[in-house]
Nanobody, 123 residues
Framework: QVQLVESGGGLVQAGDSLRLSCEAS????????MGWFRQAPGKEREFAAA????????YYAGSVKGRFTISRDNAKNLVYLQMNSLKPEDTAVYYC????????????????WGQGTQVTVSS
């Protein structure tokens, strides 16, 4: 069982930066691939970024590549999403998710989810 708690969301202006954090419970965090997803009002949840259990591999959606960076600290059971050059279209609830060992980009394949943190980018 893995419990996830996101933090770091807020209201920012276009062009600003924000760093989201996700803290995981459990002693086997380093065995889980982690993903960040987002869901805007009226839209489906979409993939943003993912990272392998060791942190060696990272994957990004085209809409965030070059602006967002996913990273993790296995010693602290934390995964981060650094978001730079934010745009109004990045406004969404951001969720972190965990999947045992395998890095995937599909939400339905993740077993554990946090409660989400709101990011609002004003123009």
């Amino acid at each position: 069982q893995v419990q996830l708690v996101e933090s770091g969301g807020g209201l920012v202006q276009a062009g600003d930066s924000l760093r989201l954090s996700c803290e995981a419970s459990g002693r086997t965090f380093s065995s889980y691939a982690m993903g960040w997803f987002r869901q805007a009002p009226g839209k489906e949840r979409e993939f943003a970024a993912a990272i392998s259990p060791s942190g060696a591999l990272t994957y990004y959606a085209g809409s965030v590549k070059g602006r967002f960076t996913i990273s993790r600290d296995n010693a602290k059971n934390l995964v981060y999403l650094q978001m730079n050059s934010l745009k109004p279209e990045d406004t969404a609830v951001y969720y972190c998710a965990a999947n045992y060992w395998v890095v995937v980009r599909t939400a339905s394949q993740y077993n554990y989810w946090g409660q989400g943190t709101q990011v609002t980018v004003s123009s």
